[in-house]
């Protein structure tokens, strides 16, 4: 008799990378699931792999059998970052299959928590300023390119866009509002509004004349105001 020895060869099998969407936030919740199909039904186990802050993060299920799907749940931390997911599968002989994915992290929109006007019971001698306060940005960006727009009477006020309005602007009895949106250099977030201020009456002027500037005693001093 004769005889000879046949060495099966080690299938590689398949993976498929899947995620919960397509558009995600700092903070927001990846799910990177993988599924394995494998022909000698020799799974090991699974991994899944990303990189957010400079150093790889693994996580690894046990697996077994032809098929096997598995899961991992990942917080986005890096803000405008596009970060690299990989899913791995070993099989007990040592074979490899991997497939990525990349995540690109969209910015998220800046706020503030409230706008108002300095002064209370302003005239139109008065020039008044905006404020907004409670700038705050998940992705820790600064404030850059903020506007800002003034109403009289619910209407916008053309050509006024900074955190001043000069008296010229309105008359007694208009009500007026400021309005700050904020802007983080990517993006604008949502406008705030101020309560409305009423421009109240402007204390009157008069000019004092008389007619003797330096008067005797029993002298008749003739004292005349023009409002």
């Given amino acids: 008799q004769n005889s000879t ?6 299938t590689l099998g398949s993976i498929k990378i899947g995620t919960n969407g397509t558009s995600f936030k700092i903070n927001g919740v990846v799910n990177i699931s ?19 802050s400079g ?11 032809t098929r096997f799907n598995f899961s991992d749940k990942v917080t986005i931390t890096a803000a405008h970052a596009v970060i690299n997911f990989t899913v791995f ?3 007990t002989a040592g074979t490899k299959a991997q497939n990525s994915t990349l995540i690109t992290v969209a ?3 800046p706020s503030f928590t409230s706008a108002s006007i300095t002064q ?4 139109t001698t008065t020039t008044l300023t905006g404020t907004t306060s409670g700038y705050s940005d998940a992705d820790s960006d600064i404030e850059s390119g903020s506007t800002y727009k003034w109403y009289k009477n619910t209407v916008v006020i053309a050509g006024e866009t900074t955190t001043s309005l000069a008296g010229t602007n309105f008359i ?50 003739n004292f005349s105001a023009l409002v």
């Avoid at 150093?55 to 059998?65: I, Q, R």
């Avoid at 209370?120 to 005239?123: D, I, L, R, V």
């Avoid at 208009?174 to 409305?196: K, M, R």
Wanted: aromatic fraction near 6%; hydrophobic fraction near 35%.
């Fill in 55 to 65: 150093s790889h993060v693994n996580t690894t299920f046990a697996g077994s059998g």
């Fill in 172 to 221: 007694r009895t208009d009500a007026i509002i400021f309005e700050g949106t904020p802007n983080d250099g990517f993006g604008a977030g949502s406008p705030v509004n101020s309560s409305s201020v009423t421009i109240v009456d402007s204390p009157p002027t008069f000019t004092l004349a008389i007619n003797n500037s330096a008067p005797k005693i029993n002298e008749v001093e």
């Fill in 5 to 10: 020895l046949i060495t099966v060869a080690d």
């Fill in 120 to 123: 209370t019971a302003p005239n």
């Fill in 107 to 109: 910015n998220t929109v």
């Fill in 89 to 91: 599968y070993n099989d």
């Fill in 34 to 52: 993988g599924n394995i199909t494998e022909p000698d039904g020799d799974i090991a186990f699974g991994m899944v792999s990303h990189n957010q």
